[in-house]
């Protein structure tokens, strides 16, 4: 089964910090592409960031120097790092994995995923 759960959201201060956890099942992380999106409430759900399987990574130009991403493999983990957080991060955080031959080498923002997790709620405020 392939399978991704999101971990970590909450609550956070403008300025603060939170790691969010996406742990997988059902494939490997060194050959598959997993990004992170986000939707806010009324929104069209945008990337975040993404790391391909030989940890090369894309960031929206929102993010790039705020938010990073890193991985565990033996414990099938992704995280996302966030810092610096502003309001306009407030969403629901999802990770996203591909498995096809490109997500080997590549990872993209604006190409369809293939396999989804339920998502985790991180909300910025004062």
């Known amino acids: 089964q392939l399978q991704l759960v999101e971990s970590g959201g909450g609550l956070a201060q403008p300025g603060g910090s939170l790691t969010l956890s996406c742990t997988v099942s059902g494939f490997t992380l060194d050959e598959s592409a997993v990004g992170w999106f986000r939707q806010a409430p009324g929104k069209e759900r945008e990337g975040v960031l993404c790391?391909?399987?030989?940890?090369?990574?894309n960031f929206a130009d929102s993010v790039k120097d705020r938010f990073t991403v890193s991985r565990d493999n033996a414990k099938n983990t992704v995280y996302l790092q966030m810092t610096n957080l502003k309001p306009e991060d407030t969403g629901v955080y999802y990770c996203?994995?591909?498995?096809?031959?490109?997500?080997?080498?590549?990872?993209?923002?604006?190409?369809?995923?293939?396999?989804w997790g339920q998502g985790t709620q991180v909300t910025v405020s004062s």
């Open positions: 790391i391909a399987g030989d940890e090369s990574t």
């Open positions: 996203a994995a591909e498995i096809i031959s490109w997500a080997k080498y590549y990872c993209y923002l604006r190409v369809h995923y293939d396999y």
